[in-house]
């Protein structure tokens, strides 16, 4: 069993994207953390002091540990922002604004 | 129900969040002359108990992740047919930070998501805030390790994306979420290794009669039981998480049984191997907009009178931001909201005969939920579990040793002064993750935080806002 089979889905077309430059398969409606847990990546951020890795914590938006860089973009939050073909994904190191 | 003919002139309501109490709220209030304005984040209606999967992904039984599906039917077609009869108009993706009061009414400023960057506004005679909540996880070492994630985030990310954080979890912490969201893994392949709750079943016991009272919830219960039983998840009660261990990510988790005084049994440590750990320790109401407003907070809830009126005039509260206490006791509380509302803005005195069945829902939930409350309960310890380089505010980095040295070596007596000392709270969650946790150790009631914005808001947007009209 897996989730899109238990909830029956017929999901619209595959699309690719990138993360740390490696392409990745990604489910329209998907968000981005989502997205990367399919892919088996639990981790896309390290922290500004101790440089730990972290990823999706509260999963609803509220907690800001799952922050990324989409697109150039820094301080995205993973679990809520929707995926979009072609995507960059970019592990955020610190404050993002280093890179 | 005069107004609904001539909705152009009818007084406006906002409602804020569309999950069961804003759902309900809104319906009630339509129903009874109301326009209301449903502003919400999330792109589709449902909030987090009713969180549907993103409509690109083509499901076509949602239902299967989802309990009390036929109430969602049941709001999710009435929104329809409000919107259509032009009633109620449907926000999406707007993110609230603040709620302002004019001389007349009320703006709702509001950002556009997801990228929460350009403004946008709204106007209503009257405000009704059904904000929800949001999970509180208690520290221990390795909780910071990617692979542990709230067990409502495992939850929300399986009902709205479909996805699974990993292979074999363990479910811990303490609550009647952990039951829902472990055969809820499980039906969708992953290995639940073990559900482990600190509550102690003889706590269930002495509060029966208040439990025996909602056979319902009971039942609801014995069904999720079953189904664990099914899946073969073993369950592990008066049981608690020690430790997550893992470098880059979590590879195991050690939990222990506690003693009767709720300390954690050494003798018992046993090590369960998991790349997921779904943990929760309760819920928190969202406050925010209500504090931002001026209405009286007890505890960390929304104070509400019968009518679920906020003691600012023109402000209702409805839903777990009032008390947690479930979807259902939301559904109660929405609507007495949405009803009241709708007459006090029709110059009429509301008769609460008319929703005499919400009331006794409401008043049997509450007492169930007290008692629930009650029985599942943290460690009473939990605080000996956190070791003095354990980080508690996970944004700032802030450890348990530094919150500890803020109390006993710099003298602070309370939550805002240790943050001011060790800037725990201080970061991106504004301490929504760490203040029940800072709060216990340092020895402080919990309160409610005080904070002016709901979330992060661009300075333009800041300076802007309000600028143009008779803001008070």
């Known amino acids: 069993m897996n989730p899109l089979k238990l909830a029956q889905a017929r999901p619209g077309p595959a699309f690719t994207v990138t993360f740390d430059g490696r392409e990745l398969v990604a ?10 847990w399919a892919s088996g990546v639990t981790s896309w951020r390290t922290t500004r002091g101790e440089g730990r890795p972290r990823g999706v914590f509260c999963g609803i938006g509220v907690c800001y540990d799952c922050l990324v860089t989409v697109n150039g973009r820094p301080n ?19 404050t993002g604004h280093d890179d | 129900m005069t107004d609904a003919s001539r909705p152009e002139t009818s007084p406006r309501l906002a409602v804020i969040g569309a999950g069961p109490a804003g759902l309900a709220a809104t319906l009630a209030a339509a129903r009874h002359g109301l326009r209301v304005t449903l502003v919400d984040a999330a792109p589709e209606a449902g909030g987090q108990f009713y969180r549907q999967p993103a409509a690109g992904l083509g499901a076509r039984r949602p239902q299967a992740l989802h309990h009390r599906w036929r109430d969602w039917e049941r709001l999710r077609d009435g929104l329809d047919r409000h919107i259509t009869a032009g009633l109620v108009v449907h926000l999406r993706d707007h993110h609230v930070w603040c709620v302002t009061r004019r001389r007349s009414g009320f703006t709702v400023h509001a ?29 221990f070492p390795g909780w910071t390790l990617p692979g542990v994630v709230t067990a409502g985030g495992a939850q929300a990310m399986l009902k709205g994306g479909l996805v699974l954080p990993g292979r074999t979890a363990v479910v811990a912490g303490t609550g009647p979420l952990l039951l829902p969201v472990a055969t809820g893994l499980a039906a969708a392949g992953a290995q639940v290794a073990a559900l ?12 029966s009669p208040a439990l025996a009272a909602q056979p319902a919830k009971l039942a609801e219960g014995a069904r999720h039981a079953a189904r664990l039983l099914r899946h073969g998840v073993p369950t592990l009660v008066h049981h608690t998480v020690v430790e997550a261990h893992g470098d880059q990510r979590l590879e195991a988790a050690t939990v222990a049984a506690l003693d009767t005084a709720g300390r954690v049994r050494p003798d018992t440590r046993r090590r369960i191997g998991c790349d997921t750990l779904a943990v929760g320790h309760g819920m928190l109401p969202h406050t925010d907009l209500a504090e931002g407003l001026g209405c009286r907070i007890d505890g960390v809830a929304v104070h509400v009178d019968d009518e679920q009126r906020t003691d600012v005039p023109g402000v209702w509260a409805a839903g777990e931001a ?40 409401r008043a049997g939930l509450r007492r169930f939920a007290a008692a629930m409350d009650d029985a599942y309960a943290p460690p009473a310890h939990w605080a000996e579990q956190v070791t003095d380089d354990t980080v508690v505010c996970r944004c700032e980095e802030v450890t348990g040793g530094a919150v500890r040295r803020a ?13 001011l000392l060790t800037r725990a709270g201080m970061g991106w969650c504004q ?42």
Do not use: N
């Open chain 2, 431 to 472: 301490g929504r993750m760490c203040g029940t946790a800072v709060a216990g150790l340092a020895g402080c009631p919990e309160t409610a935080a005080r904070r002016p914005f709901a979330r992060p808001v661009p300075l333009g947007v800041l300076a802007r806002a309000g600028s143009a009209d008779d803001e008070q």
């Open chain 2, 407 to 419: 109390v006993t070596e710099l003298g602070a007596g309370d939550v805002r002064t240790v943050k």
């Open chain 1, 76 to 94: 995205q939050r993973a679990c809520v922002v929707p995926v979009h073909p072609g995507d960059a994904i970019r592990t955020q190191q610190g």
């Open chain 2, 196 to 207: 482990v709750d600190s509550a102690d079943p003889r706590a269930f016991v002495r509060r």
């Open chain 1, 27 to 36: 489910l329209p409606g998907r968000t981005v953390a989502a997205t990367l």
């Open chain 2, 111 to 139: 950002l556009l998501g997801p990228e929460q960057e350009r403004p946008a506004e709204v106007r209503a005679d009257a405000v009704l805030l059904a904000t929800g909540g949001y999970e509180k996880v208690l520290p």
């Open chain 2, 322 to 361: 009032t008390g947690v206490g479930g979807a259902v006791l939301a559904l109660a509380e929405g609507h007495i909201a949405g009803r009241s509302a709708a007459a006090r803005l029709s110059g009429r005195e509301p008769d609460p005969r008319g929703w005499a069945g919400a009331d006794r829902a």
